[in-house]
């Protein structure tokens, strides 16, 4: 049974570029959060996708925006790309009709802002 | 939104058993107590949930008093490999509600 995966594993871009992130998450989970982990910090929430719509946002600007397709894997987009960007982005599944059932984390897409 | 308190790091030698106690004053009536532990460069995972007095698995042990305001992840006789860092959650247990992290404890287990 594979669980979350993530692509890429490592990302370097300069300033005011766009950069996309993937997740597939865990076979049965219906639910995409994407959290970001500055380094020394815990990871913030940034947005859940469910129904292929964003049902809850965190305090993350415009620029971070995503999309969820009916294979229930995910994208992450960040658009002009700020140094205090450069984080561990982490995606993480859920099943929606399984409402105790935790969240599964991905290894994460460590992103490098020059 | 319940807000954690836990120490920033410790250190403790192979075998020993480990407590690291996190402070919740706020945490609501409906709240479960998570821990999650992650290790560096890999994404945080799911350690053990309790509501009151005591739950323990295969892992951990998790003792909570009866007025909630904190909580106690207990491991038995660490070894090297549990050097992780290690978050303690406040939240209902929908596993669709946003998880809200702290700084977590950075433990260091000594040969």
């Known amino acids: 049974d594979a669980g979350v995966t993530q692509s890429p594993t490592h990302l370097i871009k300069t300033r005011g570029q766009q950069v996309t992130l993937r997740c597939s998450p865990k076979s049965g989970h219906d639910t995409v959060s994407w959290y970001q982990q500055a380094l020394g910090q815990g990871p913030q929430f940034i947005f859940q996708?469910?129904?292929?719509?964003?049902?809850q946002r965190g305090n993350f600007p415009d620029r971070f925006s995503g999309h969820q397709f009916p294979n229930y894997s995910s994208e992450l987009n960040v658009n002009a790309l700020l140094l205090g960007d450069s984080a561990l982005y982490l995606c993480?599944?859920?099943?929606?009709?399984?409402?105790?059932?935790?969240?599964?984390f991905g290894p994460g897409t460590r992103l490098l802002v020059l | 939104l319940a807000k954690t308190t836990q120490p920033i790091s410790m250190d403790s030698y192979e075998g020993q058993e480990v407590n690291i106690t996190c402070s919740h004053n706020?945490?609501?009536?409906?709240?479960?107590i998570t821990w999650y532990q992650q290790f560096p460069s890999q994404g945080p995972r799911f350690i053990i949930q309790g509501y009151k007095t005591k739950v323990t698995n295969e892992v951990a042990s998790l003792f909570i008093p009866a007025d909630r305001k904190s909580s106690t992840l207990s491991l038995p006789r660490v070894s090297l490999s549990d050097t992780a860092v290690y978050y303690c959650l406040v939240g209902d247990d929908s596993g669709n509600t946003p998880l809200v992290f702290g700084k977590g404890t950075r433990l260091s287990v000594i040969a």
């Open positions: 993480a599944s859920s099943p929606r009709d399984r409402l105790q059932e935790t969240q599964y």
């Open positions: 996708y469910y129904e292929e719509e964003e049902r």
């Open positions: 706020n945490i609501a009536t409906n709240d479960y």
